[in-house]
């Protein structure tokens, strides 16, 4: 086989999609939230980021950044083991009780990101409990997906968002056999969110486990802020809640939070755990700083619902197809990848605006899109040219308007 003609050729095939992935090359301001220096065609220019998941800003809160500093001093760089050998810091027990805590959960576990949370968490219980059936939604992010793939367990999908559909493959199952449901508070595509207290009924009439991806609700939902399961007031009813460090925590590294027994079972018995080394304390560090920031501060999380309804609001009003999101994700629509791909260039070259183009397979084919993700600190001024900078895009590429 010719392996270099095999990559090259693959790659070909990509571009002539237009989904061939080019990365934006930045260098984030500390300080100077949300811009970044922008390194494109040998020059350097200032852009307004617009599509960080860096929701909240606390990737570059003062706090934050003296936490890590401050661990950073105090322990180096790197963890040095394994959690089992060596790389046990203090750090990490005092966030694993915060994050237990905060989920109203006996314990919580780290992993080095929520990708590998997933994975590992999903794979070690289909693995190990005998004959488990796992109810995954049918828009489950990949690394639960892979994390279900990898599990010896029987897989069934239902209908996204879709209690009814959960109840009827549920039914069609031996009630006697273990069963787990896993899903998604926030999609972050969509943007939509999922009926939490159906699904715990349909589970719990079935005496199944409950398995909640918090990734795009932590730090952003309930008034404390651990999620959508603290705001629906079921954090009792999901049996295990995962999350990450990386998005509104702003830092790095994943979790799960449950009973005792489940966590110390995947502590014990889970290879993307066990085998991985620690995260580095001063990362530890700067999370627990996030989270007990953002317990204390509801108006962030007001803010940051304020701007998202505020930008939804004024784009529908200029016919820019707004999906009816009800989080604080804004997907805009534009259903062809190479326009999407054109738009998002015009963006940042002509406008200094940078939001990266959405397409398959992330999102299905024609439904290609910018998501945009306001924070609390993107102001009116920098709304308005967000706006006025979509319109000309609109126009000038002739990309369909809302009906
Ligand atoms: C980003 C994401 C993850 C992975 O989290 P990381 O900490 O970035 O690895 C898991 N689930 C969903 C839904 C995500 O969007």
């Given at each position: 086989m010719d392996y270099e003609k095999f990559f090259s050729n693959r790659i070909a095939e990509l571009r002539r999609e237009g989904r061939y992935r080019i990365f934006a090359d930045l260098e984030r301001q500390a300080g100077a939230f949300p811009t970044a220096k922008n390194y494109r065609d040998g020059a350097v220019h200032d852009v307004t980021v617009w599509?960080?998941?860096?929701y909240l800003g606390m990737g570059q809160h003062p706090t934050v950044i003296e936490a890590m500093s401050e661990a950073l001093q105090r322990c180096g760089a790197g963890a040095g083991g394994t959690r089992n050998i060596s790389g046990t810091n203090h750090y990490h027990v005092l966030l694993e009780e915060e994050l237990a805590g905060w989920n109203r959960k006996e314990a919580a576990l780290l992993f080095t990101s929520g990708y590998v949370a997933n994975q590992t968490t999903l794979s070690t219980l289909g693995n190990h409990i005998p004959d488990l059936h796992i109810f995954s939604d049918a828009l489950n992010h990949n690394s639960m997906i892979e994390g279900i793939r990898q599990a010896k367990a029987q897989r069934h999908i239902f209908k996204h968002n879709d209690a009814a559909d959960l109840d009827r493959l549920l039914s069609a199952v031996d009630p006697a056999l273990p069963k787990l449901v896993a899903f998604e508070s926030?999609?972050?595509?969509?943007?939509d969110i999922a009926p939490m207290a159906e699904i715990c009924d349909v589970a719990e009439r079935h005496n199944a486990m409950t398995y909640c991806d918090e990734v795009h609700a932590v730090g952003m939902y309930g008034l404390a802020g651990s999620g959508v399961a603290e705001r629906d007031g079921v954090q009792d009813r999901i049996t295990i809640i995962q999350g990450t460090l990386?998005?509104?925590?702003?830092?790095v590294g994943g979790y799960i939070a449950a009973s005792h027994s489940l966590v110390d079972f995947v502590r014990s018995f889970g290879p993307g755990f066990i085998f991985s080394s620690a995260l580095p304390p001063a990362v530890a560090a700067g999370a627990l700083a996030s989270i007990r920031f953002l317990k204390d501060h509801n108006e962030i999380r007001e803010r940051h619902q304020e701007r998202a309804a505020t930008l939804k609001r004024r784009l529908t009003a200029e016919g820019i197809p707004v999906l009816p999101?009800?989080?604080?994700i804004v997907p805009v629509m534009v259903g062809d990848a190479t326009l999407c791909k054109q738009a998002s260039d015009d963006l940042l070259r002509r406008h200094d605006i940078y939001v990266q183009p959405i397409n398959y397979p992330t999102v299905?084919?024609?439904?290609?899109?910018?998501r945009i993700t306001p924070t609390p600190l993107h102001d009116d001024a920098m709304m308005d040219r967000l706006v006025a900078s979509l319109i000309e895009v609109w126009k000038s590429l002739g990309i369909r308007k809302a009906a």
């Open positions: 599509c960080s998941n860096d926030v999609y972050s595509m969509d943007g990386a998005k509104a925590i702003g830092v999101s009800v989080s604080h299905p084919k024609g439904a290609e899109r910018l």
